[in-house]
């Protein structure tokens, strides 16, 4: 079984982009009933109106992030349990 750890790790192996989105060691890690969990992270919110400058802007391919891996679907409300 995977723990809290383990999730983060990979969180960052895939998703972190320094002053972007990134993800603390101790990250909340939120595990569901699939073979998965959520994983708290920063993301850079600019106080100006402006376009993001990372590859998760409003027209981007979030799957193209690592060639062959889609990003997870979030269900809404499952980190507020």
Same mark, same amino acid.
């Given at each position: 079984?995977?723990?809290?750890?383990?999730?983060?790790?990979?969180?960052?192996?895939?998703?972190?982009?320094?002053?972007?989105?990134?993800?603390?060691?101790?990250?909340?890690? $939120?595990?569901?009933?699939?073979?998965?969990?959520?994983v708290?992270?920063?993301?850079?919110?600019?106080?100006?109106?402006?376009?993001? $400058?990372?590859r998760?802007?409003?027209?981007?391919?979030?799957?193209?992030?690592?060639?062959?891996?889609?990003?997870?679907?979030?269900?809404?409300?499952?980190?507020?349990?």
């Amino acid at each position: 079984m995977k723990n809290d750890e383990w999730f983060r790790n990979r969180a960052k192996e895939l998703y972190h982009e320094e002053g972007e989105i990134e993800v603390d060691n101790d990250a909340r890690v $939120s595990s569901g009933d699939d073979d998965g969990a959520y994983v708290a992270a920063w993301v850079w919110v600019p106080s100006v109106k402006e376009k993001p $400058s990372h590859r998760l802007g409003p027209n981007s391919d979030p799957a193209g992030r690592k060639e062959g891996r889609e990003m997870p679907r979030p269900v809404r409300g499952e980190l507020h349990k």
